[in-house]
């Protein structure tokens, strides 16, 4: 009977412990700032029309979702955030493998929770190396292109912004199960004794 019993919890505590970072909302975030390789004068937004000018590495999301809210002043990059928090990148020209191609995005602290994850979803648009993906305090990423080798010198890839862990469903599940468990057989042993 303890055998059961603690099958159960170690179930239950398993359980407990698998979760996932649930996509973030980027609907209330007011701005956007961003820098490229350290510049800010190096990257430009839609909100500046895409022109460098005082500022312009700061925008708003794109409300139609048509289009990107970043590109590098050499156009060889393009960002698109959407709402969900679901960032695309997109390679323009072709890049030279051996460059440094360093961003930063800070969403500012209209954020509605902290970022907790950034991961890839899809890099079917790279035919080697890896996409660095960091987290910046509670409200910003570092994104490193350097090394990246794009299909045919173009493609696209995209990664998300989570925030924290969200339980998975069969969580509180197994947890009552547990405790019915235990429920059980502490009714079977009192009713033994």
Do not use: C
């Not at 960091?134 to 998300?160: E, Y």
């Amino acid at each position: 009977m303890k055998t059961i019993i603690l099958k159960t919890l170690v179930l239950a505590t398993l359980a407990a412990g698998q979760a996932y970072a649930a996509p973030i909302s980027l609907d209330n975030t007011a701005s956007i700032t961003a820098t490229y390789n350290g510049k800010a004068e190096d990257v430009v937004g839609l909100d500046h029309d895409f022109q460098v000018e005082a500022g312009s590495n700061t925008t708003t999301l794109d409300p139609t979702n048509a289009g990107v809210e970043f590109l590098t002043a050499d156009a060889l990059f393009g960002f698109d955030f959407s709402t969900t928090g679901l960032l695309t990148v997109y390679n323009n020209l072709p890049a030279a493998s051996n460059a440094d191609y360093r961003l930063t995005f800070d969403f500012g602290s209209g954020l509605a929770a902290p970022i907790t994850s950034f991961t890839l979803v899809d890099g079917s648009g790279l035919v080697s190396g890896m996409p660095g993906l960091t987290i910046l305090g509670d409200h910003g990423i570092g994104l490193d292109l350097s090394g990246l080798v794009w299909t045919d010198g173009f493609g696209q890839f995209s990664a998300r912004l989570g925030t924290a862990d969200v339980p998975e469903p069969a969580t509180a599940a197994l947890v009552l199960a547990g405790a019915a468990g235990l429920a059980t057989a502490r009714r079977k042993r009192t009713s033994r004794a």
